[in-house]
C-alpha cells in the first residue's frame, strides 16, 4: 500500500504548448453522439511512476516525453485541437494545431517514498497532474470547450526516477483510446517512426441515425428508478460523511462466491459485480419494493458485428443498467444477482450504441438517472503498466483517484493487485456513507467465507 509522503515541494516550470512536430491537417472534425455525451464531458487524469534508470543517466525524461508527445500529435492531430460546441449542443473538434499544455517539474521526493502503491488513489496527486487553474468547475460540469484536450506533466526525482502525470478530455477519448494515445507516445519516446497501431477516427460509425431510433432499446439508465419517494443516500450524504475502502477479491474470496453460485458460470468480474451491488443495496437499506440498479460500463470493441476499425480511440461503450426491487436482490441469492450482469453485459452490442446515439440527439444528451444506483467498470485489462517510456515497468500506473467527473463518488472500477497474501487480486475501491461501510463488510465478509479481505 502507499506511505504516507514525507514534506516535499513540487517546483513546476512555466506550462508551455506542444503542437504537432511536422504539418497536419487543417479541418473541423465532428465528435460521435456517444462521445458528446453529457456524461463525458470532464477530463480523466492519471499517473505513471518510474524508478530511476543508471542506462539513462544524463537524458532528461521530461525532455524525451515532450519530444515524443510533439511526434505523436501529428498522427493524433485531433488531440492538439479545441473542442467547440455547435447547435444541439453537438461538439466539433477544430483541428488548426492548437497544441497540448505540457510543463516540467521537480519534486523532493523518490520512488521508494511512495512505497507498495498498487492501486488509487495516488498520493497527494493534484501535485502532479497539471490543471487548468483558467477554468473552474461550474455545478459540477467540467468546461471541455476552447482549452486544450490533454495535459501533461513530467515531474523528476532526486532519485532519478519520475512521474508521467496527464488529464485528458473524455470526449476525445475512452480508457482503451487514452491507453492507446500514451503508448504511442511511449513508443516514439523509445525510438519508433512510428506508433505500432496507426490510430483510426471512425467515430462517423457511432453517429445518430436519419431519423432516430431511441426506441429500439429501452434505454432505463436515463430513466428514474420507480418506488420511494426518500433521496437516494448516496446522493444526500455530504462527502466528508462518506470512508473509501479497498475490497480484495483474491483466490480464496473467489472460490467461495463460485461455490455459491454453482453450477451457474460466470467470469470474475460478473461474480465479483453481483456480489458488490448486493452488498451495497443491503448496506444502504434501500426499502424493499424500492427499484435498484447495476449501471455496467461496458466497451464493444472487438464484439462480433461491431464495425469500429482498428486504431480506433474516441468513446466505444454504453452505460447498460440491470434493474429490480431491493427486497428481491438481497433475497434472491447470488446467483440471481449474477444472471442479471450477465444479461446487462449481453445487452451492449453496436446496435445498442446506435440506439444510444439517437437517443442523445433526440433528448438533448441527457445525463444518465443516477439514484439508487451501483456503477461499475473494469480497468484491470486496460493496459496501464504496460506504458514503458524507456525507464522500464512503471511502479505504479492507473487513475489517480476513485471516481471522476459527474459520477464522482457513485461509481468505482475493477483493478488488478496483490492481496496481504501476495496473491494477484480484484481490487474493488467502495465509497459509502460511514455508518453503511461496516455493514458492507459484514455483507461481503458474509457471502466471501467470513474472513476478512
Known sequence: MASPLPAFVVRRATPVLVVPSAPTPQEAKPLSDIDDAAVMRFYSAGVHLYRGDVSKEGQDPARVIREALAKALVPYYPLAGRLREEAGRKLVVECYAQGVLFVEADADLTADDFGDIGYPPFPCYEQFVLEDTATTNDGGAEPVVDRP?????????????????????????????????????????????????????????????????????????????????????????????????????????????????????CSRFELVAACVWQSRTAALGYAADEEVRLSLIVNIRGRTGTPLPVGFY??????????????????????????????AKSAVTYEHLLSLADLMVATGRPLFAVSRTCILSDVSHAG??????????????????IGEGPILGLSTY?????????????????????????????????????APL
Open 314 to 343: 474516441g468513446n466505444a461503450f454504453a452505460y447498460s443498467a440491470a434493474a429490480t426491487t431491493a427486497g428481491e436482490l438481497c433475497h434472491g441469492g447470488l446467483g440471481f444477482a449474477v444472471e442479471l450482469v450477465k444479461k
Open 384 to 401: 496501464f503498466k504496460s506504458i514503458d517510456v524507456g525507464w522500464g515497468e512503471a511502479v505504479y500506473a492507473g487513475p489517480v483517484k
Open 149 to 265: 484536450l490533454f495535459y501533461v506533466q513530467v515531474t523528476r526525482l532526486k532519485c532519478g526516477g519520475f512521474i508521467f502525470g496527464h488529464r485528458v478530455c473524455h470526449c476525445m477519448v475512452d480508457a482503451p483510446g487514452c491507453v492507446q494515445f500514451v503508448r504511442a507516445i511511449a513508443e516514439l519516446a523509445r525510438g519508433a517512426d512510428a506508433p505500432s497501431v496507426p490510430p483510426a477516427w471512425g467515430r462517423e460509425m457511432l453517429m445518430a441515425r436519419q431519423p432516430p431510433q431511441p426506441s429500439s432499446y429501452p434505454h432505463l439508465e436515463f430513466q428514474e428508478p420507480a418506488g420511494g419517494p426518500e433521496p437516494d443516500r448516496m446522493l444526500t450524504t455530504p462527502p466528508g460523511d462518506k470512508v473509501c475502502v479497498h475490497f480484495f477479491f483474491g483466490p480464496r474470496e473467489i472460490a467461495a462466491l463460485r461455490q455459491r453460485v454453482a453450477p451457474l458460470t
Open 414 to 450: 475493477f483493478l488488478r493487485s496483490t492481496n496481504g497474501k501476495g496473491e494477484e487480486a480484484t481490487v474493488v475501491p467502495v465509497c459509502l456513507p460511514k455508518d453503511a461501510m461496516d455493514k458492507f463488510r459484514l455483507e461481503v465478509e458474509g457471502l466471501t467465507g467470513g
